[in-house]
């Protein structure tokens, strides 16, 4: 049995945008770090949901939903339609299906939302209302002007103008807005055109903000006070909620962490992840979830069942090719994953290394890289594929067979295996592949088995790496 600790804060789950990685070739998800950063500040844990068929899982585990900005809502979900095909641009049904779905679900349980921007007119539609499409057209107000303010008015007295005021200045960035209120929803503030922009629900402990408290302002601040404001409203006691985790949960939670990225619409810094990573979780039996914060990594630990640290780029210091990684040279990314690592390897629960993770692990523990070998050796291992040896006495022996074939995404080796490893496969060339830890449940392989299924040409097929993600997710040595 796996230790599944108390969390003493609340978990918010977001939502992200889709997202394209041309260099890759995959769909992901992304989300803007300064979601994270505001809910951190008012005491709670934020985790990215990343998959829909979880729904059920991710709205039982997580004690608040929140509806994040992004690209237009279809119009068919309030029974209308697009004339002109160039206003379908950046929509995203897969985006579309996972918002509502939460929603919906969030609603039927009775649990907390706190929708902003997009998110508001998503709980908008799924009550019931309607949107307006474009703003401008209909009224002649611009209301995407992310770098001008403009004031917003209050309606009705509610536990946002307590922390807000009568008035305030907020940020603009859409050109849809609300038409018609969903069912039980009441105006709370209201622009000076007469835009619905923010509103509760009379009944459930629903919050919608058009505008973006999350970034900062005009003076280089975050307006906190609307989260704030949430959290007192909602009134979440630790000790009256339900420990879903401890009493029902049948699938384990398995984080999968994510990259640095940059956010265009924001011009900040946000977090991506590859969907790849999330399917094969799924498809193995375990709920995906995406830390968000390295302040939260030991409450991570402490619920969560396993740890999967994903490829990336390069991490190798550019002052040499042989360099063991220290704490100052990391960049953001990797000051997440080591935090994550270290506090998973504490309370000796299951990490999976893959790509750069499995490079990092090594470096954590000791050992040491070789950065960009291909230079030195001529060897290739980018967007290559080539066979593989497994030693014996190894879980990739059981799982696989002695020999099978694998992708390689990859610039930098292991150099120096830390004491704490042994190495479990190589390749024909001497890359070191996979390694296993000699105590805990710690692996690490160098190929990408979330993308083996239809990734090769010759052999038609790879092997069926759901097996390895199915036996690391029931922690099976």
Not at 4 to 31: A, M, N, Q, T
């Amino acid at each position: 049995m796996l230790d599944r600790g108390k969390r003493s804060k609340p978990v918010v789950l977001l939502v992200g945008e889709d997202g394209f990685d041309i260099g890759i070739g995959g769909v992901h998800y992304v989300i803007n770090k300064s979601y994270a950063m505001c809910f951190e500040q008012v005491g709670m844990i934020p985790l990215l949901a990343y998959d829909i068929r979880n729904i059920k899982e991710y709205a039982a585990f997580a004690d608040i939903l929140c509806l994040t900005g992004g690209a237009n809502i279809h119009p068919a979900w309030y029974q209308e339609y697009y004339r002109d095909s160039t206003e379908m641009e950046g929509l995203s049904q897969s985006r579309d299906d996972l918002d509502f779905a939460l929603c919906q679900r969030f609603v039927e349980e009775g649990k907390p939302i706190l929708a902003i921007g997009r998110g508001m007119q998503v709980v908008n539609v799924a009550l019931g209302g309607t949107l307006c499409r474009d703003i401008e057209k209909k009224t002649g107000q611009n209301h995407w002007n992310p770098h001008c303010k403009h004031p917003i008015y209050r309606i009705k007295d509610n536990l946002l103008s307590e922390f807000c005021g009568d008035s305030l200045l907020v940020n603009s960035y859409h050109h849809q807005g609300i038409a018609l209120l969903g069912d039980g929803l009441i105006a709370a503030y209201q622009a000076e055109d007469g835009l619905i922009e923010a509103f509760f629900h009379h009944k459930l402990p629903i919050l919608g903000v058009q505008w973006h408290p999350e970034q900062k302002d005009w003076d280089g601040k975050q307006q906190i006070e609307v989260f704030t404001a949430f959290r007192k409203w909602i009134g979440l006691q630790d000790k009256k909620r339900k420990l879903w985790y401890e009493e029902e949960r049948k699938k384990p939670i398995i984080l999968v962490n994510g990259g640095p990225a940059f956010d265009r619409q924001f011009q900040g810094s946000s977090w991506v992840a590859n969907k790849t990573y999330s399917s094969a979780v799924s498809a193995a039996g375990g709920v995906p979830f995406m830390p968000l914060t390295e302040q939260a990594t030991e409450d991570y630990a402490c619920f969560a069942d396993g740890l999967i640290l994903t490829g990336s780029i390069s991490f190798a210091p550019e002052k040499g090719l042989e360099k063991q990684v220290q704490q100052e040279e990391l960049p953001k990314r990797e000051r997440l994953d080591q935090e994550l690592f270290w506090s998973f390897y504490r309370k000796k629960k299951p990490i999976l290394g893959i790509c750069l993770g499995h490079q990092m692990i090594n470096c954590y523990l000791g050992g040491t890289l070789e950065g960009r070998f291909k230079f030195r050796t001529g060897v290739e291992h980018m967007m290559h594929q080539h066979l593989i040896l497994a030693r014996k006495d190894s879980i990739l022996f059981s799982l696989f067979g002695e020999f099978f074939w694998v992708n390689s995404r990859h610039n930098d080796k292991i150099d120096k295996i830390a004491k704490e490893l042994q190495v479990t496969a190589w390749s024909e060339d001497g890359v070191i592949e996979a390694f296993e830890h000699t105590t805990l449940p710690i692996y690490g392989v160098e190929w990408h088995p979330e993308r083996m299924r239809g990734d090769f040409r010759e052999p038609p097929e790879g092997p069926d790496m759901t097996k390895l993600f199915e036996w690391f997710i029931q922690n099976k040595k």
